[in-house]
Every structure is written in C-alpha cells, then in structure tokens.
Antibody, heavy 117, light 107 residues
Framework: EVQMVESGGGLVQPGGSLRLSCAAS????????MSWVRQAPGKGLEWVAK????????YYVDSVKGRFTISRDNAKNSLYLQMSSLRAEDTAVYYC??????????WGQGTLVTVSS | DIQMTQSPSSLSASVGDRVTITCQAN??????LNWYQQKPGKAPKLLIY???TLEAGVPSRFSGGGSGTDFSFTISSLQPEDFATYYC?????????FGQGTRLEIK
C-alpha cells in the first residue's frame, strides 16, 4: 500500500524556520517526482515545490522561492521541506504528494504549520 | 504562471442530479489537466487525469473533457458521497497551478 506520512509541523514565530519530513513506503520512491502542496485554513490548494527523481532539478512557487528548499533522500525514502523566514501567510496544512511531473496520485494526511507570535 | 479559472465556486444540487464544473486556462495547456476531490479534513484524491482518464477505482459517473484552454468535469448522477470540493490542476508548465475549487453542497 502506498503511504506518505508527514511530520515536523507546529507553531513557529514569524521569521523562524521549520523542517518538514515525509516518510514514503509501499512504492519505489526513487521512481517518482515528489512535491509539497499546501492549503491555508479555509482556502484552496497551492502547489509549493517539486523535485525530480534524482533530486537534480527543483521548482518552486514564486512566493516561497529563496525561503524554502525541497530535498529528498532516496536511500531513506524520504522527502523534506526546509522552510525559513516564515511569514503568517505560510500558515497552512502541508501535504506531501507523489508526483509533480503531471499529476499527484497519492497524498499524505498533511501536517499543520502555524506561523504566529 | 498559468492561471486556472474554475467555475462555479459553489454549487447546490440534489442526489441524482447531473452537475458540471468548468475550468479555463489563460493559455493552451494541451491535455495536461487533472481533477481532484477533497472532503473536509482529508487529503485530496485524484479522480481524473490527462483531461479524461479515470483513475483506478473511480466510479464511471465521473467524467472529464475539453482541450486547449477549456475543460469540464461532470458527475452524471450525484451520490451522497460526492458532496465535496473539487479542484482542477494544470501540469503543462513546470510550475503547477490549481483552480480555486468548487464546493458542491446538498440542496
């Protein structure tokens, strides 16, 4: 069974940093693009970042470029999102999603990040 | 970035109704258009990819169509479990974008 489990969310002050992790299982992790998608409270879905199978290319939504870094460890079947200079508008549930080349066919349950003083 | 305009933003319908949601891109996205269903407190679920291909296990009452810049998503006969929020998503560009969502409510 394909499964992704996110962790690392929590409350952080504006300007702070946080690292999200996603542990994947049930599929060959290195065969897939992986992405982060977020959803602010009561709002729609927003793609945040994606990373190629071997980690050689990464793409970001403009609003997080220079502040967030996506990475992966194929040996550990894990995806990461390092977030810095966090703002109130980054408050959201962050989903780890399998895919990003064309579609997201499996999603984790999400982890909530709250940026507030 | 490619902008996706989804309509309507909300829709009230009854069990058994046929409903259609549209999604318009501000430039040609070929056939790279997907549809997702999201229920409250849950992760999104892929229903249709590449405009009209049903994901495995998705009931045939769901369908998609369109090309170029204009796309549609139809539920032929609404079931109680279909009341949810639906999103389109384009993948033609390296930077992926979603529509604003359509909340489907029970009339």
């Amino acid at each position: 069974e394909v499964q992704m489990v996110e962790s690392g969310g929590g409350l952080v002050q504006p300007g702070g940093s946080l690292r999200l992790s996603c542990a994947a299982s049930g599929f060959t992790f290195s065969d897939y693009y992986m992405s982060w998608v977020r959803q602010a409270p009561g709002k729609g879905l927003e793609w945040v970042a994606k990373i190629m199978r071997d980690g050689s290319e990464k793409y970001y939504v403009d609003s997080v470029k220079g502040r967030f870094t996506i990475s992966r460890d194929n040996a550990k079947n894990s995806l990461y999102l390092q977030m810095s200079s966090l703002r109130a508008e980054d408050t959201a549930v962050y989903y780890c999603a399998r895919g990003g080349y064309r579609r997201f066919d499996n999603w984790g349950q999400g982890t909530l990040v709250t940026v507030s003083s | 970035d490619i902008q996706m305009t989804q309509s309507p933003s909300s829709l009230s319908a009854s069990v058994g109704d046929r409903v259609t949601i549209t999604c318009q891109a501000n430039q040609d996205i070929s056939n790279c258009l997907n549809w997702y269903q999201q229920k409250p407190g849950k992760a999104p679920k892929l229903l249709i990819y590449d405009v009209s291909t049903l994901e495995a296990g998705v009931p045939s009452r769901f369908s998609g169509g369109g090309s170029g810049t204009d796309f549609s998503f139809t539920i032929s006969s609404l079931q109680p479990e279909d009341f949810a929020t639906y999103y389109c998503q384009q993948c033609d560009n390296r930077r992926i974008t979603f529509g604003q969502g359509t909340r489907l409510e029970i009339k």
